[in-house]
T-cell receptor, first 114, second 117 residues
Framework: AQSVTQPDIHITVSEGASLELRCNYS??????LFWYVQSPGQGLQLLLK??????LVQGIKGFEAEFKRSQSSFNLRKPSVHWSDAAEYFC????????????FGKGTMLLVSP | DSGVTQTPKHLITATGQRVTLRCSPR?????VYWYQQSLDQGLQFLIQ???????AKGNILERFSAQQFPDLHSELNLSSLELGDSALYFC????????????????FGPGTRLTVL
């Protein structure tokens, strides 16, 4: 069965500093990988996804993520964090099938300090 | 705005009651997924429908059921409610397998917050 680990429950970053959120997955083959963001009281918004090809994926709002097969990781990065980035971030893995369901990590809450 | 709509936004009810949550997928999407988000369990996949047929089942309780109608909207029915069913329930939709694997990205609605008292 597939699984996702987000080892950091909370992260605090100063505004303007760089950010890296960690995600490790367990899956028997190359999975589909996703990062979603959830602002307070909101639904989940897709930031970016990896299906195949270039292992460095660009997303919305200046985020990027790198798929590293050898480390079973898909870490999310942003070079300069803005106060509006404060939210909860979820990494998810999906199976490579037509009826792909998603398995989510527990999430990382990002706090941005002034 | 993802294009997925869910009603109601909030629902407060009592233990033992039954409620129905409604979801309309994005235009053109054939697959609908239901998830439950709670503080202790995180985001859990419940069930998936594709073009009216059940396709995948996750950690869905027997007291819960769902269906997808010919117009592709979906309803999640929760019965004999318990305090522990209080959670945020999300619906997501995707194009479905016939549109190609790369389009099987799930887009989430704003959720229905259920409070059981």
């Amino acid at each position: 069965a597939q699984s996702v680990t987000q080892p950091d429950i909370h992260i605090t970053v100063s505004e303007g500093a760089s950010l890296e959120l960690r995600c490790n997955y367990s899956y028997g083959a190359t999975p589909y990988l996703f990062w979603y963001v959830q602002s307070p009281g909101q639904g989940l918004q897709l930031l970016l996804k990896y299906f195949s090809g270039d292992t460095l994926v660009q997303g919305i709002k200046g985020f990027e993520a790198e798929f590293k097969r050898s480390q079973s990781s898909f870490n999310l990065r942003k070079p300069s964090v803005h106060w509006s980035d404060a939210a909860e971030y979820f990494c998810a893995v999906g199976a490579r099938s037509g009826y792909s369901t998603l398995t989510f990590g527990k999430g990382t809450m990002l706090l941005v300090s002034p | 705005d993802s294009g997925v709509t869910q009603t109601p936004k909030h629902l407060i009810t009592a233990t033992g009651q039954r409620v129905t949550l409604r979801c309309s997928p994005r235009s053109g999407d054939l697959s609908v997924y239901w998830y439950q988000q709670s503080l202790d369990q995180g985001l859990q996949f419940l069930i998936q429908y594709y073009n009216g047929e059940e396709r995948a089942k996750g950690n869905i309780l027997e007291r819960f059921s769902a269906q997808q109608f010919p117009d592709l909207h979906s309803e999640l029915n929760l019965s004999s409610l318990e305090l522990g069913d209080s959670a945020l329930y999300f619906c997501a939709s995707s194009a479905g397998p016939l549109a190609g694997g790369h389009t099987d990205t799930q887009y989430f609605g704003p959720g229905t917050r259920l409070t059981v008292l």
